[in-house]
């Protein structure tokens, strides 16, 4: 499924491209100007415009590719070499902008009267000047028509404008393989530095950027080692926040490396001899800048899906009540999408070639400068997360609210849930604002782009010899601000996972790790909670008068029935030696028998009878004091008997009291799902202490 809405997704992004590339080139118009070329002064006319025939937009250019053909023409190979030279690198100015083409019979003329002259130079014939493009006809050139029209534009102050496009310029060009491309042009790079900002501002930004990038990464580490220090205690529904902070330090790692590196993998370095310039970084030739986009994309997605599980996770134990294994054993498939999903999409962009180098950063990303990458790669993922994660959240919420105010729960009980829920909207505030502030910034790029990139050419149109854009309606610069609080807001959304970890817990199990001791008991408090669950239903429709006797969840090969059994027969002391008193006999009987209140067994007329008094006298060691008389005996073992009984009879009440009060402070339970319930262990964890 998540490869059918990717290729979906890129089916829908190549149709949008075509249209988009389209009007890309045109928003420049392009005026007549006087001829400059040397080889074409003193021709019947004077004027000429640009591009010519051979798509050379400006007259340097063209006098570059005319160089070959100068011995050629000093040499008055032909007379009609000279003006069919000019007529195609300097055609002449027509009133409408129409652009003329010579004869074909000029053209197999000056052909025929060079071409051994030529070979002698080792000059070929181009072949953009194939004789068969040009019209068959037999007319000079320029024609009356076209001089005629020259002569009314030169006198005429409108002057002969059309629409060129975005030519890039020589020192923007890139090598054709490496599939470059800008402003809907091919084989052509963005500047670099940045084409928008000063160095001093770009200097500001980076420091900017790696200062946040260092205090994310602190924040989303702690995290993260908060978690290994006591693993047990960040389960299902909240184990997600984990990977969450995980995705995020990855993601400031990313950022902090691209502050160290600077502008060395960003950018393609500059070749003088070559006329290139400085150009931004496209593709996948580059193989640090690679890693780096592959590393911060894949992240940035998975971060942002490992939230909408989060919400999932929080709906699942509050809704239908799931408790923490039963999300538990669905993590895989949490995994599966967390991890799968963005590593297609990261795939895909590799395949697509659509990795651009980030100047003000120092990173590679995508959408930077294409904008249909920027839209269907970035905007479209952020905004269904941000849509699904939302929808959850909202119906946990008021899942937990119905719950506060339907079923009565103790005071205690209530200000926790409320604590609780006041915690999970919290931390996805912390989240959500920073999430819309990034996706805003992208709907404004993706708005004002275009508009920047025609400033742009009209600023270095002069510079770099290109056609200049033509009634520009509105013209606007990027602010600095703009992109600095993008950054940050990239990159803080990973510090609300300390929110959530921050606690006097969290205090206690770093102070116990650097001591040096560590909770062993942590996971047997797990174990045990479940099998020393209450009978929640019997506490909800039970008598409020009526004390519980709670039922032992535990296991006993004494076969007993009551609470505490085990853990008194367990506790029998050893027998007294030969040298104690009678008094001290009496009372370690006494003793011995009190301890057996654990095996008593309740009769049918309610009262508690002993099931081993025979054995207070096999206990007795032998000779340890006189002979009793029978009277004596007798008086004894009744007063033993009404103790134990006694003793037994308070301690269960007290017992049952005691396993009463617990039941009650574990109401929440049965009120926020079966034992183990995800939430309830939340709520354990962010009122205790410790």
């Not at 790029?445 to 509105?474: A, F, G, L, M, N």
């Not at 990159?491 to 006097?504: Q, T």
Request: aromatic share 12%; glycine share 6%.
């Amino acid at each position: 499924m998540d490869l059918l809405w990717v290729l979906s997704v890129s089916m829908l992004a190549a149709c949008v491209a075509i249209p988009m590339d389209a009007a890309a080139g045109s928003h420049s118009m392009f005026t007549c100007e006087p001829i400059t070329l040397r080889m074409c002064q003193g021709l019947p006319y004077n004027s000429t415009f640009m591009p010519n025939i051979m798509n050379h937009y400006d007259q340097q250019t063209a006098a570059l590719a005319m160089e070959p053909f100068h011995p050629m023409v000093n040499l008055q190979c032909s007379p009609d070499l000279r003006m069919f030279l000019c007529a195609i690198y300097a055609p002449v100015c027509t009133e409408y902008g129409r652009m003329t083409s010579p004869c074909r019979r000029l053209c197999l003329q000056a052909k025929s009267d060079c071409y051994q002259l030529m070979d002698m130079f080792g000059v070929s014939w181009p072949e953009e000047m194939d004789c068969n493009r040009f019209p068959d006809c037999d007319e000079p050139y320029p024609r009356p028509v076209d001089l005629l029209s020259s002569s009314d534009t030169a006198e005429s102050p409108i002057s002969v404008q059309r629409d060129y496009g975005f030519w890039c310029p020589r020192e923007l060009k890139i090598e054709p393989e490496l599939g470059y491309s800008f402003m809907g042009v091919r084989d052509c790079s963005p500047p670099c530095p940045n084409m928008y900002f000063t160095r001093e501002e770009l200097t500001f930004a980076r420091y900017f950027i790696g200062v946040v990038s260092i205090v994310c990464l602190s924040a989303t580490l702690f995290t993260f080692l908060t978690f290994l220090i006591d693993v047990s205690r960040f389960r299902y529904p909240e184990r997600p926040i984990i990977f969450y902070a995980v995705c995020y330090m990855m993601v400031s790692l990313v950022f902090f490396l691209g502050f160290l590196l600077e502008d060395r993998v960003s950018c393609n370095a500059a070749s003088p001899g070559r006329f290139r310039a400085s150009t931004v970084t496209q593709g996948s030739h580059n193989k640090v800048c690679t890693l780096l986009f592959m590393v911060l994309y894949f992240f940035t997605m998975a971060g942002s899906v490992w939230w909408v599980i989060l919400t999932i996770t929080w709906f699942l134990a509050a809704v239908p009540k799931w408790g923490s294994e039963a999300i538990e054993k669905k993590a895989l498939l949490f995994h599966a999408c967390a991890w799968g999903v963005p590593g297609v999409l990261t795939v895909t962009l590799l395949a697509m070639n659509k990795i651009e180098g980030d100047s003000v950063s120092g990173v590679c990303f995508v959408g930077l400068y294409n904008l249909t990458a920027l839209r269907w790669f970035l905007l479209a993922p952020l905004g269904l997360d941000v849509v699904v994660g939302v929808v959850l959240l909202l119906a946990g919420i008021a899942a937990l609210n119905r719950v506060r105010m339907e079923i009565p729960l103790e005071k205690e009980n209530q200000e926790k849930l409320v604590k609780f829920m006041i915690r999970i909207g919290v931390f996805s505030i912390l989240y959500l604002v920073p999430l819309l502030t990034v996706i805003a910034c992208y709907f404004y790029e993706s708005s004002y782009r275009t508009i920047w990139e025609t400033t742009w050419v009209q600023e270095k149109c002069r510079d770099y010899h290109i056609p200049c854009p033509y009634k520009v309606e509105s013209t606007s610069r990027p602010d600095l601000a703009l992109f600095l609080i993008k950054y940050l807001m990239m990159l803080i959304v990973g510090i609300p996972s300390v929110f959530w970890v921050g606690s006097k817990k969290t205090c206690f199990e770093w102070a116990s790790f650097f001591h040096g001791k560590r909770r062993k008991d942590g996971l047997v408090n797990d174990s045990r909670q479940v099998l020393q669950e209450p009978d929640f239903a019997q506490l909800l429709y039970r008598n409020p008068n009526t004390p519980i006797v709670r039922k032992s969840r535990g296991t006993s090969t004494q076969g007993t029935s009551t609470h505490a059994s085990s853990t008194h027969l367990a506790m029998l002391d050893e027998p007294p030696s030969a040298s104690t008193s009678r008094a001290g006999s009496v009372r370690s009987a006494r003793s011995k028998m009190s301890s057996y209140h654990g095996s008593l067994h309740r009769s049918r007329d309610g009262r508690y009878t002993a099931s081993s008094f025979r054995a207070a006298e096999e206990w007795l060691p032998y000779g340890s004091m006189p002979r009793l008389s029978d009277q004596s005996r007798h008086c004894s073992t009744n007063q033993l008997d009404s103790l134990s009984r006694h003793d037994s009879t308070l301690r269960l009440e007290s017992q049952s009291r005691h396993s009463s009060i617990r039941d009650l402070s574990s109401s929440r339970q049965a009120v926020l799902g079966v034992p183990g319930n995800g939430i309830h262990r939340m709520l354990d964890d962010n009122g205790a202490p410790s």
